[in-house]
């Protein structure tokens, strides 16, 4: 059974860090596309970044030089390293996989399967 399960959110001050984990398990992901996707309340979800089966990466405009996204194909995992947090940067954020798909195209139909969500709260 397919599951993935990230970890490493909370509270943090803004300017502040955090890196998020997503291991998966009954699935090995290491052909296929990855992302990190976000969701503040009251607003759509977003895609913040997405990481191809050969570690090219793609970033929103919002965290382009802030986050660095990443995978390690020996834990079957990818992270999320985010720097110089923002207020704005606060909502649930969710990993997820794509289905028979090894680059990151636009339409986020090609994820699949996802997370359960952490939390991130940006606040001073």
């Known amino acids: 059974q397919l599951q993935l399960v990230e970890s490493g959110g909370g509270l943090v001050q803004p300017g502040g860090s955090l890196r998020l984990s997503c291991v998966l398990s009954?699935?090995?992901?290491?052909?296929?596309?990855m992302a990190w996707f976000r969701q503040a309340p009251g607003k759509a979800r977003e895609r913040v970044s997405c990481?191809?089966?050969?570690?090219?990466?793609v970033y929103a405009d919002s965290v382009k030089g802030r986050f660095t996204i990443s995978r390690d194909y020996t834990k079957n995992a990818i992270y999320l390293q985010m720097d110089s947090l923002e207020t704005t940067d606060t909502g649930v954020y969710y990993c997820?996989?794509?289905?028979?798909?090894?680059?990151?195209?636009?339409?986020?139909?090609?994820?699949?399967?996802w997370g359960q969500g952490t939390q991130v709260t940006v606040s001073s």
């Open positions: 997820a996989t794509s289905v028979g798909f090894y680059y990151c195209s636009d339409n986020d139909a090609m994820f699949g399967s």
């Open positions: 009954g699935f090995t992901a290491d052909y296929y596309a």
């Open positions: 990481i191809t089966s050969k570690s090219d990466t």
